[in-house]
């Protein structure tokens, strides 16, 4: 009888050949994830990647660029003046020093006040040589000669005073016509000199009318110490010791032998006045009317002249204390 194999095997087989199979197990399932993984899985596939910086290399093909600086204030300065911005500096600088030159070596000027302190000898740059032609400058004179003479007067004097000036007091009538100067007299105390007898003297010269104020050219009057001291006149008239010549003539050269104009001073030599020059011969009284007519001309603005020839009259403004030099001696501006 056709029956089943007794163990279950393949038709066909031998009777008795029993063959064992051993079945395979069947694969796991795959374990599904649990909610909060598939959370945490999204979110990390959502998250951007970190941000990584590169280093950016210059092409060294490509030129670099300029960059422009802001010109310094000197720069501009510089640019906008040119040349100016160094010359102006440098004129600065000259302007200054030569202003410090000229406070440094200016003269000091004698002061017309009354008790005032006498003036301490400054040289002068400004002093006229001999022979000038014009009136120039704060003093003029006549230089002493070398080897100055000997005095020919029989009159004596002081060599030196105390070296201070009083003005003689007292007020004259106007002589002459024309625009009027005024004047006052000083003497140097101490040189035994009468001050009114000098004064009086001046006073006859400057009103002959052969003097400056000729012809109605113009008038003078004599003022005392009141007009002085408020500096009331027009210049001064100062008989002074050779001694103290270069006090109140800084400068001019006098070397204690001639006259000289200072400022608005007439400066008259106290030898000069008392003995004359060698020229003269002994004429004191003549000489006399000629220095102060020549040191008062300066003091109005004339300057020095010449010998106008052999035997000519002298020109009251030739420095005939250094010698007449031909001409004939003259004390007058119109004689």
């Known amino acids: 009888m056709g029956g089943r194999p007794a163990d279950g095997g393949p038709s066909g087989g031998r009777p008795g050949d029993v063959r064992r199979v051993t079945p395979r197990p069947a694969p796991a ?14 979110a990390t596939a959502e998250r951007p990647a970190p941000l990584v ?9 490509r030129p670099r660029p300029t960059v422009r600086r802001r010109p310094s204030r000197l ?9 100016r911005a160094y010359a102006i500096p440098l004129l600065t600088i000259a302007t200054i020093a030569t202003l410090v030159d000229l406070a440094l070596t200016s003269p ?6 009354i008790g005032a302190a006498a003036p301490t000898a400054v040289a002068d740059p400004f002093a006229p040589s001999a022979g000038d032609a014009e009136p120039s400058g704060l003093a003029q004179g006549d230089a002493a000669p070398t080897g100055a003479p000997a005095s020919v007067g029989a009159e004596s004097y002081a060599e030196r005073g105390s070296g201070t000036l009083s003005v003689v ?14 004047f006052i007299v000083e003497v140097e105390d101490g040189i035994g000199v ?12 400057l009103g002959d009318p052969r003097s400056w104020g000729s012809g109605g050219r113009m008038s003078f009057q004599r003022l005392g110490a009141a007009e002085a001291a408020a500096g009331q006149f027009d210049f001064k008239v100062s008989l002074v010791s050779p001694g103290s010549m270069e006090t109140y003539c800084p400068g001019v050269g006098t070397g204690g032998y001639t006259s000289c104009r200072y400022g608005d001073r007439a400066v008259i030599n106290l030898a000069r006045w008392a003995t004359a020059v060698p020229d003269y011969e002994g004429d004191v009284a ?3 009317l000629y220095v102060v007519n020549h040191e008062v001309g300066h003091a109005l603005g004339n300057g020095h002249e010449d010998c106008r020839g052999a035997g000519q009259v002298a020109p009251v403004m030739q420095q005939q204390t250094l010698g007449l030099h031909g001409c004939v001696k003259n004390a007058w501006p119109y004689p």
Do not use: K, M, N
């Open 194 to 205: 009468d001050g009114d007898q000098f004064a009086e003297a001046v006073e006859a010269t």
């Open 29 to 42: 399932p795959a374990a599904r994830p649990t909610s909060s993984a598939r959370v945490q899985s999204v």
């Open 75 to 83: 720069s501009r300065f510089v640019q906008r003046y040119g040349w």
């Open 286 to 288: 003549t000489y006399r």
């Open 108 to 113: 000091a000027v004698p002061s017309g006040g």
């Open 53 to 61: 910086a590169r280093a950016v290399l210059p092409d060294p093909s």
């Open 169 to 182: 007091d007292g007020t004259s009538a106007v002589y002459g016509t024309g625009p009027l100067h005024r």
